[in-house]
Nanobody, 123 residues
Framework: QVHVVESGGGLVQAGGSMRLSCAAS????????MAWFRQAPGKERQFVAA??????YYADSMKGRCTISRDNAKNTEYLQMNSLKPEDTAVYYC??????????????????WGQGTQVTVSS
């Protein structure tokens, strides 16, 4: 059984940077498709980035401002976010798919979710 735990959220000023971590257990990251989603109050869960066997993918709103990566030795995935904006404020979730998703940006393609970590960007 796969478990993922996020960390690294907090408060940052607009224009700042933040790195989120997602530690996985139960399976090696290389055998999973990993992604990040976020959800702001009153809004649907939104795709942020994914790291698949085909490559990396980013939401249009985050292109050029974030990088998804992994450290296989630590079995940990990272989301580095730069030039943060107040509209990036949300709970950020790490997600894992045991089988390669057909649509990597769809939340229901992912089997395992973390508890989420709050990111707040002040103006």
């Amino acid at each position: 059984q796969v478990h993922v735990v996020e960390s690294g959220g907090g408060l940052v000023q607009a224009g700042g940077s933040m790195r989120l971590s997602c530690a996985a257990s139960g399976r090696t990251l290389s055998s999973l498709t990993m992604a990040w989603f976020r959800q702001a109050p009153g809004k649907e869960r939104q795709f942020v980035a994914a790291l698949t066997w085909r490559g990396t993918y980013y939401a249009d709103s985050m292109k050029g401002r974030c990088t998804i990566s992994r450290d296989n030795a630590k079995n940990t995935e990272y989301l580095q976010m730069n030039s943060l904006k107040p509209e990036d404020t949300a709970v950020y979730y790490c997600a894992a798919a045991l089988s390669p998703p057909v649509y990597y940006a769809r939340p229901n393609e992912y089997n395992t979710w973390g508890q989420g970590t709050q990111v707040t960007v002040s103006s």
